[in-house]
């Protein structure tokens, strides 16, 4: 067993170079569509598989967003948009293989058929059931509700990366519904059925690896870190250890 520290950047990384060579996704890139909804994490993600395709030119991930959590000092809307979007370049969708660029799910939800994938960052994660919520801060429901008119409506396939740090203590039904109820301010909660991809199944996947969350938090960069036993076959576990070393000057994430 061997104990590693993954920053917030690091696991971003980390999830997005997994899900790049997941086995569904793979499937699905060349002959089907895969959406990538705009959220920090997912801006990794489209990293990675553009970056795949060999069609990254053009791409950032700096404005690749809508609501996005910032420090209360700087400014931002009450639903956590920055004042500023006309660098917002649209989700990234990908159609037999080639990206389609300026797009969103709203342009493509009609089309997507079973099979095909959508990815959709949260914000909040049960670790335990492996379920996650979405904060909500559209009045008709924002992209997941787009998102889950092909996914109920046609078998599309849900995936959410979603980091560790964003773990909660508390039943996500039991919050949407409070904070879902009339009278409360700020967001809302929407948890939503679909394959949470953390950082524990991206080292199972790259590595062949087990690992769990055994403490968290740092100072100086390191807030919002964890750290992760990992145990395997040694081979497993000095693949782990390289692939942590390879992103472990992942800079923080920047606007």
Do not use: C
């Not at 990206?99 to 997507?112: A, H, P, R, S, Y």
């Amino acid at each position: 067993m061997e104990q590693f520290l993954i920053t917030p950047a690091m696991g971003k990384r980390l999830i997005a170079k997994a899900l790049a060579n997941y086995q569904p996704v793979n499937e699905i890139l060349k002959s089907g569509t895969i959406v990538i909804i705009a959220g920090t994490t997912n801006g990794y993600v489209a990293e990675e598989i553009l970056s795949k395709l060999g069609q990254i030119d053009g791409f950032s991930k700096k404005r690749f967003f809508r609501g996005v959590v910032i420090p209360p000092s700087q400014p931002r809307t009450e639903d956590g948009r920055l004042p500023d979007e006309s660098r917002f370049p649209g989700d990234v969708v990908i159609v037999g293989g080639e990206w389609k660029k300026g797009l969103t799910i709203f342009d493509v939800v009609d089309d997507l058929k079973e099979g095909d994938i959508i990815f959709k960052g949260a914000n909040a994660l049960d670790v335990d059931k492996r379920k996650a919520a979405i904060y909500v801060g559209h009045p008709q429901g924002g992209t997941i509700l787009a998102s889950l008119e092909a996914v109920v409506g046609r078998r599309a396939r849900l995936i959410l990366p979603v980091g560790l740090e964003k773990r909660v203590n508390t039943d996500l039904d039991e919050l949407a519904l409070e904070i879902n109820s009339p009278g409360s301010q700020g967001p809302r909660l929407l948890p939503v059925v679909g394959e949470v991809f953390t950082e524990i199944e991206a080292i199972s996947i790259l590595t062949g690896a087990t690992a769990q969350i055994v403490a968290a938090g740092g100072v100086a960069g390191a807030e919002g870190s964890i750290w992760l036993t990992i145990n395997g076959k040694p081979q497993e576990i000095e693949a782990a250890q390289e692939l942590i070393t390879s992103i472990s000057e992942e800079p923080e994430f920047s606007i």
